[in-house]
């Protein structure tokens, strides 16, 4: 099973920046897809950026609209790691942010990382 863990989080004031971490137990590009989502208090998850692979269109990057020009997915495969770069950071960008990787059929969750912007 593989193992994921997000570190990164914490408190910044609005206009500010974080960069989010995720180390995975094996090699990234293993994976069909890496990506970052997050969950504000009473709302669903939300999908934020992502790389995926497949077929004729190789890698594939993502990023939801609401963050775009904000939020940059990266990744170090040395170290087994992927990034979300946050910058001018917004009270709404407030929420549990989690790591997940898609291996076929099989997916896994990072244990999440708190970021709370405060306006």
């Known amino acids: 099973q593989e193992q994921l863990v997000e570190s990164g989080g914490g408190l910044v004031q609005a206009g500010g920046s974080l960069r989010l971490s995720c180390v995975v137990s094996r090699d990234i590009f293993s994976a069909n897809a890496m990506a970052w989502y997050r969950q504000a208090p009473g709302k669903s998850r939300e999908l934020v950026a992502a790389?995926?692979?497949?077929?004729?269109?190789?890698?594939?990057?993502f990023i939801a609209d609401s963050v775009k020009g904000r939020f940059t997915i990266s990744r170090d495969p040395a170290k087994n790691t992927i990034f979300l770069q946050m910058t001018s950071l917004q009270s709404e960008d407030t929420a549990v942010y989690y790591c997940?990787?898609?291996?076929?059929?099989?997916?896994?969750w990072g244990q999440g990382t708190q970021v709370t912007v405060s306006s």
């Open positions: 790389y995926t692979y497949g077929g004729v269109t190789g890698e594939s990057i």
């Open positions: 997940s990787f898609r291996w076929g059929s099989r997916t896994g």
